[in-house]
């Protein structure tokens, strides 16, 4: 793995995704401030936030498991993503341009969580 979680283009992804979605939600009503706004941001900031804590983990498992934290928080925000779509607040070409970022980004994840579990030996014969 690279030395900083600054340097993973799985980081730097869920990072532009984290501005993508701040601006997106800029236009909810301000009802939603507290609902749906909000739990589409901190969903969104958990994805790279988990990606960091998992880079900084002694161990396979660890890094593992965070990973798959900031997976569950995508799929979460997918979720609100098309929760806000259904609910008129973000027009269908928004939405899908949110979710297809986020699409990309899990198979980021899929790809680095998978390549973490697969041990050594069998990395070692692939290649």
Same mark, same amino acid.
């Given at each position: ?7 993973? *283009? ?24 507290? &609902?749906?706004?909000? #739990? ?7 994805? %790279?936030?988990?990606?960091?804590? &998992?880079?900084? *983990?002694?161990?396979?498992?660890? *890094? ?6 900031? !997976? ?7 979720t #609100? ?9 973000l027009? #269908? %070409? ?5 979710? !297809? ?12 969580? #998978?390549?973490?579990?697969? %041990?050594?030996s ?6």
């Amino acid at each position: 793995m690279s030395a900083s979680y600054r340097d993973l *283009r799985v980081w730097q992804n869920a990072m532009d995704l984290v501005v993508s979605v701040y601006h997106e939600t800029q236009g909810f009503p301000k009802e939603e401030a507290y &609902g749906l706004t909000s #739990q589409m941001r901190r969903a969104s900031v958990s994805i %790279p936030s988990n990606i960091a804590e &998992g880079k900084g *983990r002694s161990t396979d498992c660890d *890094r593992a498991l965070f990973f798959c934290h900031a !997976r569950g928080s995508l799929l979460e925000l997918e979720t #609100q993503i098309l929760i806000a779509q259904r609910l008129k607040y973000l027009p #269908q %070409p928004r939405a899908e341009n949110l979710i !297809r970022a986020s699409n990309e980004l899990g198979r980021m994840l899929n790809s680095l969580i #998978q390549s973490i579990r697969t %041990p050594q030996s069998a990395k070692a014969s692939v290649a």
